[in-house]
Nanobody, 126 residues
Framework: QVQLVESGGGLVQAGGSLRLSCTVSRSIFRAIFAINAMGWYRQGPGKQRELVAGITVGGSTNYADSVKGRFTISRDNAKNMVYLQMNSLKPEDTAVYYC????????????????WGQGTQVTVSS
């Protein structure tokens, strides 16, 4: 398992913005991180986990319809970081957000995803 660490969540009013970050916790896994597509997922209260955005090694991106035009996923391979810029946040965006290797159903090529970690909580008040 590759240890992925999320950060940047918090409490924000509707219409506000947050930027989430994801990186590897150990340098030994940096090469694995750099050669795989990554994704941001979220799980809201009483809901199933869903893919929010994905990004390939080359920088191609895909987004869930619910966040198109509001969220932007990006990566900095030199820093081993993946980001999710979230603008115009809505109460329905409230969820725990996780990063992981992009699942194969959405184009990921890694044989298996990492174990799901603690994630980072995003709460949007109305």
């Amino acid at each position: 398992q590759v240890q992925l660490v999320e950060s940047g969540g918090g409490l924000v009013q509707a219409g506000g913005s947050l930027r989430l970050s994801c990186t590897v916790s150990r340098s030994i896994f940096r090469a694995i991180f750099a050669i795989n597509a990554m994704g941001w997922y979220r799980q809201g209260p009483g809901k199933q986990r869903e893919l929010v955005a994905g990004i390939t090694v080359g920088g191609s991106t895909n987004y869930a319809d619910s966040v198109k035009g509001r969220f932007t996923i990006s990566r900095d391979n030199a820093k081993n970081m993946v980001y999710l810029q979230m603008n115009s946040l809505k109460p329905e965006d409230t969820a725990v957000y996780y990063c992981n290797f992009l699942d194969s159903a959405h184009g990921g090529t890694r044989n298996r995803q990492d174990n799901w970690g603690q994630g980072t909580q995003v709460t949007v008040s109305s």
